[in-house]
């Protein structure tokens, strides 16, 4: 269905804007500046595996069941025939209040650069703070890209676990640089 | 007795103009049938049979012709038509009229232009049985006018639309009239039509089509006996008032018609059913006003002879109090909608509102379609949605745009390489429109215009889209099962500009240009393949067959759609078999946002916020199956291409560097079929649950904001009317405080896939060639479930 697809487009803009991105945080003064005031204000929750995934097998299954993973799991390989890296078991609960998305022009501030700038930028203004519950991926290296291949062994390398808040100040500015 | 065969159309047309049929009518109460006792009249029982071989008008000379037209019987094509007609003088010197009429068809075969030999816009019958009462009265809204009381009841009626023998048709059709006190008069040279109180009531058994012409008229196919598909059926009810001016003098040259009027929906229902199951459109009010409506025979822009409609302006309101979906009965909520459409120049050009009926729909598919070459003008409209009380409305809506839409019954088959399908094909030949919202406005029509536009997103709508439309629609009758719809269609659209995130286009210093996030430089061209349609109890469910779709955006651009700067170009491609969607009543009911657990005790000592949506609402079910690539453009990719050569029209595609995501897929991971490949029948599963609810918005800094509005970082902003801004900052809102929190859309979405797989992520040289950067991804066992409420930013 298309809206799924226009939907993973934003997503996708916003997992790759950050190699052309500035950081900076923008004042409730400098936002006084800005020219015009559409966008959204987005609060909310995001949850990874909260109790599992869909896949009920030998290795996969709810996270009352001890002896199987109930994250969700990545592998990619990086070289043909090669084995595969995988972020394993990966769950968790995002929470956050404020993360802001507009279009704004820069024409003023920053120190004076801003009236040399003068262009239009994406603005993603950051939430003040981030919520993390329980969130926790494993690193490994598989034989295989599924546990259910034949053959399939998997080393651990780490594991990690977040828990707690994260502050996230400011704005990431993101605009299109050089030949497009 | 008398009766009359074959007369000569003159005098068939006369006769017909006379009919009860073709007037408005009055059931007689008691106290008028008292008056009529004793009452000598005359009795006239007629059975019809009459044809014409050609019906014109001509307009400052140039005609349109009704051709082969027939009146006779419904059920046997050499047979007549019985008409009953009593007529009596009341004490009031009224004249009264009882008719009976049974078993009739009118019908013609053709509408042809002047100028357009050998392209008809098609033929149309009318079936009916019909009982009723006309009594004309002397004196109208003057002295020397008429009043008509109508009322009648129609039975076993068809209404059809037939193009090269194939038709559509609403069948068994049951209707109710009665219109008391309508009023005729001439009033300084036009003709003044006044209908204070219009009610009644109809059904429609079935909406069907036929693609064998030997069923013409039939309920059932002649070959098989089994009834014919059907799209499904129809019932409802009005109360309506309207008056009508009717002059002299079309647009163009000496002749012609004006008509002005306006009419005022007291109330309706309109209740569609597909096996059984409804969507209710239900308390449905509204008003529209209609000024300067011209009818003429005239040459459209393109020097295209046409039946000419022509309007100087229509403005009106619509409110549907409550949209019902699905045999359960939850409702979405009421919508409500105003609108002007008149004269307007977008981006430098005029703009009209004018339709231009034309005989031939598409040159391949037969000498008999329809063709509208259409101007259209939206200056400006409202919508609002409202669910469990709370309303946002989307304001400043503006539409525009030209070109050809053609309507052709076809069926499977294909002719001179072009390919039809069973149903009703809407085609789309060289429309070139587009539309934009200004912004939001939240909770009543007088609240500050706001951005946020962008929230259509989650339905899967562009705040502002301008684009060059070609393809076709064909809509079949018949769903998965039974009645509803099946699709194919054909979809090309080029040179579109479409906003991701858009600003206003006046915020009431004038138009400016609409800052946003822009994907420009836009082709897309989608596919699909017997995608069927139904009301099920859920809801609305459209399951695909096979989809395919390339949206090429040339650029992706940030600030003015023409803004020099971009991202580059980005080709998203989906390739889907399969894939379902179900629209049900009804959000997300209570949730516990940031925390967990089922109720407000358990949410709110987790550290979450317990918001109960209420019962209306909209849930989004979507099933993509996403299937293996079989061609370049049967495929699922995501291309990212930048440092483009610079051609005299901007970047040149396909001369730059490229990221190629190629060959994505889901997958079950397992072979339960044993068929030798892996099932692929789970796909990415996501319900989206969206209520409009108020949400906590907290300041981000101490000061002042935008506005001038001052706070401390933290605090909660609170609506109230009764400050300049609208709203204030508040450390600690009490709960009374709390239900005036800024209303969005809250969105409440879970989403899972068992895996999800990327063949290879390629970069691709313009010179060098493609190397694989990344030989294979597998993601598996996602389970993701988001609770976001989005609120504008004001």
């Known amino acids: 269905m298309q809206q799924g697809w226009i939907i993973a487009a934003i997503l996708g803009l916003v997992m790759v804007t950050p190699a052309t991105a500035e950081m900076a945080r923008l004042s409730d003064g400098d936002l006084s500046d800005v020219a015009g005031q559409g966008g959204i204000y987005l609060s909310g929750d995001v949850s990874i595996n909260e109790n599992g995934g869909p896949i009920q097998n030998a290795y996969f299954g709810t996270c009352d069941e001890g002896s199987k993973r109930c994250g969700a799991r990545l592998a990619f390989q990086l070289k043909a025939n090669g084995g595969w890296m995988v972020l394993d078991d990966i769950r968790g609960k995002f929470s956050f209040q404020g993360l802001t998305l507009r279009v704004r022009n820069i024409d003023s501030g920053f120190g004076g650069d801003g009236a040399v700038f003068n262009r239009d930028v994406l603005e993603v203004g950051l939430p003040n703070t981030v919520r993390y519950d329980d969130v926790q991926f494993t690193l490994a290296n598989s034989s295989t890209a599924r546990p259910s291949d034949p053959g399939f062994q998997q080393t651990d390398v780490f594991s990690i676990e977040m828990q707690g808040d994260v502050v996230l100040e400011g704005n990431l500015l993101v605009f299109p640089t050089g030949n497009p | ?794």
């Open chain 2, 1 to 794: 007795m008398r009766r009359l065969y074959d007369i000569p159309a003159p005098l068939l047309m006369a006769f017909v103009g006379a009919l009860p049929a073709q007037a408005d009518m009055q059931r007689m109460n008691d106290s008028a049938l008292s008056s009529v006792s004793g009452q000598s009249g005359i009795t006239m029982e007629v059975d019809l049979k009459a044809s014409a071989d050609r019906l014109s008008y001509f307009d400052d000379g140039a005609g349109i012709h009704v051709e082969g037209l027939r009146i006779g019987s419904a059920t046997d094509s050499d047979g007549t038509a019985r008409h009953v007609i009593k007529t009596d003088i009341l004490q009031d010197a009224s004249v009264n009229l009882d008719y009976l009429i049974e078993d009739r068809r009118i019908e013609f075969g053709d509408v042809t232009l002047e100028g357009s030999p050998g392209a008809g816009i098609g033929g149309v019958f009318l079936d009916q049985s019909m009982e009723g009462t006309l009594t004309l009265s002397p004196g109208g809204a003057t002295a020397d006018g008429y009043t008509f009381d109508v009322n009648y009841e129609m039975t076993d009626g068809r209404l059809g639309y037939r193009t090269n023998g194939y038709e559509v048709f609403l069948d068994g059709v049951s209707m109710t009239m009665n219109a008391p006190g309508i009023t005729l008069d001439e009033v300084g040279g036009a003709l003044e039509i006044a209908s204070p109180s219009v009610t009644g009531s109809y059904t429609v058994d079935a909406i069907r089509y036929s693609n064998n012409p030997q069923n013409h008229g039939n309920s059932t196919d002649v070959l098989t006996g089994n009834a014919l598909p059907s799209y499904g059926s129809l019932s409802g009810d009005f109360d309506f008032s309207s008056e009508t001016t009717i002059s002299a003098g079309g647009r163009f040259g000496s002749e012609g018609l004006r008509l002005d009027g306006e009419t005022i929906i007291n109330s309706a229902n309109v209740i569609y059913r597909d096996d059984g199951n409804p969507i209710a459109l239900r308390n449905i009010t509204g008003s529209s006003e209609y000024t300067d409506l011209r009818v003429d025979v005239a040459p459209d822009w393109n020097g295209r002879n046409g039946l000419a409609l022509t309007l100087g302006e229509l403005t009106g309101d619509f409110r549907i109090g409550s949209i019902e979906l699905g045999g359960n009965g939850g409702s979405i909520g009421e919508l409500a909608f105003n609108y002007r459409f008149a004269d307007r120049a977008f981006n430098g050009r005029d703009y009209t509102n004018a339709v231009y009926v034309m005989g031939g729909g598409h040159p391949d598919a037969g000498p008999q379609g329809l063709r509208l070459a259409a101007q259209w003008s939206l200056a400006d409209a409202d919508f609002a949605w409202t669910e469990d009380g709370n309303t946002v409305i989307f304001s400043g809506l503006q539409s525009w745009g030209q070109g050809d839409v053609t309507v052709n019954v076809t069926r499977n088959q294909t002719i001179n390489g072009t390919r039809f399908y069973d149903g009703v094909r809407l085609g789309f030949d060289g429309v070139e429109g587009g539309y934009r919202l200004n912004g939001l406005r939240v909770g009543n029509e007088d609240a500050d215009l706001q951005g946020g536009t962008e929230l259509l997103l989650a339905l899967g709508v562009y705040p502002a889209y301008d684009f060059e439309l070609d393809g076709q629609v064909t809509l079949g009758a018949g769903g998965a099962t039974g009645e509803g719809l099946t699709v194919n269609s054909d979809i090309q659209i080029t040179n579109g500009n479409a906003a991701i995130l858009a600003d206003t286009y006046d915020d009431g210093a004038g138009e400016q240009p609409q800052k946003g996030l822009w994907a420009t430089d836009l082709n897309y061209d989608a596919h699909v393949r017997d995608m069927t349609v139904d009301v099920t109890d859920e809801g609305l469910a459209i399951v695909e067959g096979e989809a395919w779709s390339t949206m090429d955006i040339g650029n992706l651009r940030i600030g003015d759609k023409n803004s020099n700067g971009s991202f580059g170009r980005f080709v998203l491609q989906s390739y889907e078999k399969g894939s379902s969607m179900v629209v049900k009543p009804g959000g997300a009911g209570n949730v516990c946002v940031g925390g967990t657990g089922g109720s407000a005790s358990a949410c709110q000592s987790s550290g979450g916020i317990w918001e109960e949506r209420g019962q209306q609402g909209v849930t989004i079910a979507l099933k993509s199956i996403l299937a293996r690539a079989v061609s370049e453009t049967k495929r699922n990719a995501f291309i990212w291409e930048t440092n483009r050569t610079l051609g005299p029209d901007g970047p040149e595609n396909g001369t730059g560097t490229q990221l190629v995501l190629n060959d994505i897929y889901t997958s079950d991971g397992v072979d339960l079929d044993g068929d030798g490949k892996e099932d692929n029948t789970f796909g990415i599963r996501t319900d989206l649950n969206v209520d409009i609810y108020q949400t906590k918005v907290v300041k981000k800094d101490s000061g002042a904001d935008a506005n001038g509005v001052v706070g401390n970082r933290g605090d909660e902003k609170i609506m109230d009317s009764s400050t300049a801004a609208g709203y204030r900052y508040v450390a600690s809102p009490t709960d009374s405080e709390k239900d005036d929190r800024p209303l969005g859309f809250a969105v409440q979405a879970h989403s899972r896939f068992k895996e999800l797989s990327v063949n290879s992520i390629d970069l691709v040289h313009p010179t060098g060639g493609a190397a694989t950067a990344i030989q294979g991804v597998k993601l598996q066992n996602m389970d993701i479930k988001a609770n976001l409420t989005a609120t504008p930013i004001q």
